[in-house]
Nanobody, 119 residues
Framework: QVQLVESGGGLVQAGGSLRLSCAASGRTFSSYYMGWFRQAPGKDRDFVATIIPSGDSTRYADSVKGRFTISRDNTKNTGYLQMNSLKPEDTAVYYC????????????WGQGTQVTVSS
């Protein structure tokens, strides 16, 4: 499995933008699906977005469609989540995750990065 480290979280006003990064090491990142998830206080961890190994196809939760963009740079072993038009309800700890092509579940997780959106 890969090891993942997120960065880029912080405090931003509503309507602002942040870009999260997810640095991977340990195995061949380019062969892994990558995803972003988030967990707000007192709530379950929710799916945000996912991207296939080549980067050619993505999928988003309805709540972030049109505002968030997932991408990856396999030459840098790094994934990204560009978040625009942020809302207070986007406040959460954001986690990146990776899974091998033949696995059903995400088996590698980062430690999380806090995103706080003030109104």
């Amino acid at each position: 499995q890969v090891q993942l480290v997120e960065s880029g979280g912080g405090l931003v006003q509503a309507g602002g933008s942040l870009r999260l990064s997810c640095a991977a090491s340990g195995r061949t990142f380019s062969s892994y699906y990558m995803g972003w998830f988030r967990q707000a206080p007192g709530k379950d961890r929710d799916f945000v977005a996912t991207i296939i190994p080549s980067g050619d196809s993505t999928r988003y939760a309805d709540s972030v469609k049109g505002r968030f963009t997932i991408s990856r740079d396999n030459t840098k072993n790094t994934g990204y989540l560009q978040m625009n038009s942020l809302k207070p309800e986007d406040t959460a700890v954001y986690y990146c995750a990776a899974r091998r092509v033949f696995d059903r579940d995400f088996g590698s997780w980062g430690q999380g990065t806090q995103v706080t959106v003030s109104s």
